[in-house]
């Protein structure tokens, strides 16, 4: 089967480092995507990993390991604008396009 | 500003009534997704096109269809409305079926 899975709420404090992470299993693989979701709004790219390894973009980074159907979303320098919720997802079955997402990891920033 | 654009922004109807939801993907993008999202659910996918043809259909529920265009815009029909149907319906498009997709404002449809 397919499935993903996220810690469900996290908190940290502005100016601090926080790494999100998610988990998952599919039939095939064919990337995985990072988006980040503000309440009632649309959610917009952050990041996409199919290689292993660290992809840094200021001050996310996102890391991928395949063969432990593991990643996370590193975001550093915390800011109050950063309160989020951060999903993740894989195309479903190693399709293209066809994104499974996970639930989603709500971030709450504290001064 | 993701360039992808939804109306309406807010629908409140009445079980067993029929809406349609719109779509106009970015500029030169092909493929057009429809996402639901509530708060038990989390996002879920429901279909998707690409040039006009559908290409995948994941959760979506015989009462709903849609289609794409020979512009590209893409309309969500939902029939027969149901309590449990009001959700945020977010359309996304893609410049192919490779990359990242971008994801309209939403509509957030209310059944009474």
């Known amino acids: 089967g397919q499935n993903i899975d996220q810690p469900t709420e996290m908190t940290a404090t502005e100016g601090a480092i926080v790494q999100i992470n998610c988990t998952y299993q599919t039939s095939g693989f064919n990337g995985l995507f990072w988006y980040q979701q503000h309440a009632g709004e649309a959610p917009t790219f952050l990041s996409y990993n199919v290689l292993d390894g660290l992809e840094e973009k200021g001050r996310f980074s996102s890391f991928l390991s395949r063969s432990k159907g593991y990643s996370y979303l590193l975001l550093k320098e915390l800011q109050m604008k950063d309160s989020a919720s951060y999903l993740c997802a894989v195309p479903r079955g190693g399709s293209q396009g066809n994104l499974i997402f996970g639930k989603g990891t709500k971030l709450s920033v504290k001064p | 500003d993701s360039g992808v654009t939804q109306t309406p922004k807010h629908l409140i109807t009445a079980t067993g009534q029929r809406v349609t939801l719109r779509c106009s993907p970015r500029s030169g993008d092909l493929s057009v997704y429809w996402y639901q999202q509530s708060l038990d659910q989390g996002l879920q996918f429901l279909i998707q096109?690409?040039?006009?043809?559908?290409?995948a259909k994941g959760n979506i529920l015989e009462r709903f269809s849609a289609q794409q265009f020979p512009d590209l815009h893409s309309e969500l029909n939902l029939s027969s409305l149901e309590l449990g149907d009001s959700a945020l319906y977010f359309c996304?498009?893609?410049?192919?079926?490779?990359?990242?997709?971008?994801f309209g404002p939403g509509t957030r449809l209310t059944v009474l």
């Open positions: 096109y690409y040039n006009g043809e559908e290409r």
């Open positions: 996304a498009s893609s410049v192919d079926l490779r990359h990242e997709q971008f």
